[in-house]
């Protein structure tokens, strides 16, 4: 299984960011798929994620500028970030889930500064 994800990288505050995460190998189908992100010093966190269904759950520190979206026939999630905080500067880490199996990325680093 793996979960390869693109974007990131360093934006200037109030700027947007698209990451994606593709996931392969065992996982046909994910149940549901999304981001965690992990800030310097703190524990990871939600940042949003969606059902295969299209339910989607966002984090308090994201919603509002935040959108995930799907794409079930290419195993793969976007998210787009807009309105960047340097707050928002973290590891962010693609997360699947199958079967009640929970499958992480590798992470990528985002960071917000001008």
């Known amino acids: 299984v793996q979960l390869q994800a693109f974007g990131g990288g360093l934006v200037k505050p109030g700027g947007s960011l698209r990451l994606s995460c593709t996931a392969s190998?065992?996982?046909?189908?994910?149940?549901?798929m999304g981001w965690y992100r992990q800030p310097p010093g703190k524990q990871r966190e939600l940042v949003a994620t969606?059902?295969?269904?299209?339910?989607?759950n966002y984090g308090d520190s994201v919603k509002g500028r935040a959108i995930i979206s799907g794409d079930n026939a290419k195993n793969t999630v976007y998210l787009q970030m807009n309105s960047l905080k340097p707050e928002d500067t973290a590891v962010y880490y693609c997360?699947?889930?199958?079967?009640?199996?929970?499958?992480w990325g590798q992470g990528t680093q985002v960071t917000v500064s001008s």
């Open positions: 997360n699947a889930i199958h079967y009640g199996v929970s499958y």
């Open positions: 190998g065992s996982i046909l189908s994910p149940n549901s």
């Open positions: 969606i059902t295969s269904g299209g339910v989607t």
